[in-house]
T-cell receptor, first 111, second 113 residues
Framework: ETGVTQSPTHLIKTRGQQVTLRCSSQ?????VSWYQQALGQGPQFIFQYYREEENGRGNFPPRFSGLQFPNYSSELNVNALELDDSALYLCASSWEYTEAFFGQGTRLTVV | GESVGLHLPTLSVQEGDNSIINCAYS??????FIWYKQESGKGPQFIIDIRSNMDKRQGQRVTVLLNKTVKHLSLQIAATQPGDSAVYFCAEKWETSGSRLTFGEGTQLTVNP
């Protein structure tokens, strides 16, 4: 166990809806990154948050947004869901930019 | 763009054999490399890392080799066990990327009893 927890574990949404995924980082960690992992592929970086500010973003459209809270937990929000958004969403936390520890992920299915 | 890739999508070995999983990277600015293990339904689990100023690092039953000349990374698992069956990813990071990791597509390792 890494100490990084994500909720919910599974989620089914309809195309066009909005979704919020949550991540509780490991105690003492101040950096959170989010990744999207399509079936059979490696995780793709979405963005990272450092001390409550977005600090780096991958090749994802603006409908992917996030927040980091004072306790360093984080949310990933996706608006106007598309079928291709179906994936495992992973959260990773670290202290500053050191080794990242991943959560178990949230399996999102868009129908 | 820059990416990290793996040579083989699947690898099947007998229990007790040594396994070697390979990875090619293209970003010469990368200065930190990590191997992750991902079991079905779980998030990636850190195995071992290596910095670009090293060419070899050993852990418990695992060794990572880095060849910067040909931009090649490998993970060696000694005395492979059924519990080693999983997908293995290499990932890279560079100094200005913060905690951002660039992953390859993964190699599925199957250990036959």
């Amino acid at each position: 166990e890494t100490g990084v927890t994500q909720s919910p574990t599974h989620l089914i949404k309809t195309r066009g809806q909005q979704v919020t995924l949550r991540c509780s980082s490991q105690s003492g960690h101040n950096t959170v990154s989010w990744y999207q992992q399509a079936l059979g592929q490696g995780p793709q970086f979405i963005f990272q948050y450092y001390r409550e500010e977005e600090n780096g973003r991958g090749n994802f459209p603006p409908r992917f947004s996030g927040l980091q809270f004072p306790n360093y937990s984080s949310e990933l929000n996706v608006n106007a869901l598309e079928l291709d958004d179906s994936a495992l969403y992973l959260c990773a936390s670290s202290w500053e930019y050191t080794e990242a520890f991943f959560g178990q992920g949230t399996r999102l299915t868009v129908v | 763009g820059e990416s990290v890739g793996l040579h083989l999508p699947t690898l099947s070995v007998q229990e007790g054999d040594n396994s070697i999983i390979n990875c090619a990277y293209s970003n010469s600015a990368s200065d930190y490399f990590i191997w992750y293990k991902q079991e079905s339904g779980k998030g990636p689990q850190f195995i071992i890392d290596i910095r670009s100023n090293m060419d070899k690092r050993q852990g418990q039953r695992v060794t990572v080799l880095l060849n910067k000349t040909v931009k090649h990374l490998s993970l060696q698992i000694a005395a492979t066990q059924p519990g080693d069956s999983a997908v293995y990813f290499c990932a890279e990071k560079w100094e200005t990327s913060g905690s951002r990791l660039t992953f390859g597509e993964g190699t599925q390792l199957t250990v036959n009893p």
